[in-house]
């Protein structure tokens, strides 16, 4: 059984939103990020009829997710600035949260358009600047397994 630890994952972003599926996209690495969290949950209908024997069922409903991190701040870096103006400008952008590289074959993670709702910069007197991170799902969602 193959193991992964944090440091191994990779997030990605694109400034160009997706049009079509995730091999389409110009990926470039995030590497400021750090404590990526990928939050994927789901709704639940009530679906309890007489035939359950006394027992309510449930259905899966809409799905909803999240993907926070933590970034150092460089304002320099194109990353950090594909990010804060992408939250300044309202914009959309692709996001990739990968268990490893993209050009890596079996590689897998999740995919999608994304708008920055959080954007929040921490100055600690006695450690670098981190902005904290917090993107929503817009559209053109995937669960991508890299196959060639």
């Not at 079509?20 to 009530?46: F, H, I, M, Q, Y």
């Not at 993907?67 to 701040?73: Q, Y």
């Not at 949260?97 to 079996?106: E, F, I, K, L, T």
């Not at 921490?122 to 993107?135: D, K």
Request: negative net charge.
């Amino acid at each position: 059984m193959s193991k992964k630890i944090g440091l191994d994952c990779k997030l990605y972003y694109d400034e160009t939103p997706l049009s079509g599926g995730p091999n389409g996209a110009s990926w470039t690495e995030l590497d400021k990020a750090r404590d990526v969290n990928l939050n994927l949950e789901a709704g639940e209908a009530d679906i309890t009829a007489r035939d359950n024997d006394g027992w309510r069922a449930y259905a899966q409903s809409l799905k909803d997710g999240t993907v926070e991190f933590e970034m150092i701040w460089d304002p320099t870096d194109a990353g950090c600035e594909a990010i804060r103006d992408a939250f300044m400008d309202g914009s959309t952008i692709a996001m990739a949260v990968m268990d490893g590289d993209v050009s890596v074959v079996g590689t897998e993670g999740f995919t999608a358009n994304f708008e920055i709702t959080g954007f929040s910069q921490a100055q600690p007197l006695e450690e670098g600047v981190t902005v904290s991170v917090t993107c929503r799902p817009k559209e053109r969602h995937y669960w991508w397994e890299v196959a060639c």
